[in-house]
């Protein structure tokens, strides 16, 4: 039988690093080899891809690359290029007026300052169009080997769920994690949230029955255990609602559905 523990140290900084210290050791025993998901050849390629993927998913990403970097291998490529046509190649990433603006003025930047190669520290990244935290920190960590914290939507949401942080801004979630996970696991860790987050703790409707964390994890929007619901996103797609789901007097299928669970 678990031990009770009072309500007040829950949220102690030692109980929270041991919550972290089980949720590390779950993960990494789940994945156990983790990289990004991103196709690069170099730092430069990597940095490039990161850019594209905001708000766009890896695998798009990648469906794009290859073709970009073949017109355009190198930073002098994207700054000559017409803008008009990265834009041509990168719009399938979405958001791509802004993407290829800042694609262009980043390798401007990087060959201004940095003799077209890929700066290996934090300060240096952010200082460049387009890069923020999250970007240098990809890039950091997977290209130079330099351990960092990358909070995207994944690791946000899981390590709120989770109880490894209070807090909504990017920044401070960073530095919660880095209080308590070891450094040298930094990017791996980041990595293997993201990984947990597509496959378990997804954003709608988290897969909690199945979950190894499920006992440690304090989210009260945790999805029964008895939940046959079919994910609000299938519903969505339906034309039409099977007759038996929807409630006397009509109703939405989605609020309809809630009800027969
Ligand atoms: S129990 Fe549910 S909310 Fe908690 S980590 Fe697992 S999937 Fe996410």
Known sequence: MQAVVPLRSRSSPAFVRRRADRVRAVLRARYPEVRPQLLHRSPFELLIATILSAQCTDRQVNRVTPALFRELPGPRDFASAPLSRIEALVRSTGFYRN???????????????????????????????????????????AAFGVPGIVVDTHVARISRRLGLTVHRDPRRIEQDLMAIVPRREWSAFSLRLVFFGRETCTARRPRCPECPLGSICPYVGKTPADSALPAPQALRGRRKAPATTLPRGGGSVRGATRRTG
């Open 99 to 141: 993407k290829a603006r800042n694609l262009k003025a980043c390798c401007r930047a990087l060959l201004a300052g940095h003799g077209g190669e890929v700066p290996r520290t934090l300060e240096e990244l952010v200082r460049l169009p387009g890069v923020g935290r999250k970007t240098a920190n990809v890039v950091l960590g």
